[in-house]
Nanobody
């Protein structure tokens, strides 16, 4: 099971850190992806972290602003979001995948991910 937390209301330019805590399995056995879905839009891949923990990928829309990381001791993955924009408003989900080699990950196909969390709402507004 994956449980996201850390969402909320923030002003443009602000920061939030989302957490994705796993129970019942070990995150280091999976690639982890963060996805988001804004109202009326499809699910968008935001970032992913390889099983090895050594490589990350980011959508162009968040590159340089968001950082994905993992705390193995806490079995938790984080998404640090800085310089937030109104267009970042969405429900954010984390998910795990066994479909990638240890040094690979991709957010282009959400269907490769399983064990989705329930999502956490991020609203960026003044």
């Amino acid at each position: 099971q994956l449980v996201e937390s850390g969402g909320g209301l923030v002003q443009p330019g602000g920061s939030l850190r989302l957490s994705c805590a796993a129970s019942g399995f070990t995150l280091t056995d999976y690639a982890i992806g963060w996805f988001r879905q804004a109202p009326g839009k499809g699910r968008e891949g935001v970032s992913c972290l390889t099983k090895s923990g050594g490589r990350t990928n980011y959508a162009d829309s968040v590159k340089g602003r968001f950082t994905i990381s993992r705390d193995n001791a806490k079995n938790t993955v984080y998404l640090q979001m800085n310089s937030l924009k109104p267009e970042d408003t969405a429900v954010y989900y984390c998910a795990a995948s066994l479909m990638f080699l240890p040094t690979m990950c991709s957010m282009t196909s959400a269907s490769l991910y399983v064990n989705w969390g329930q999502g956490t709402q991020v609203t960026v507004s003044s």
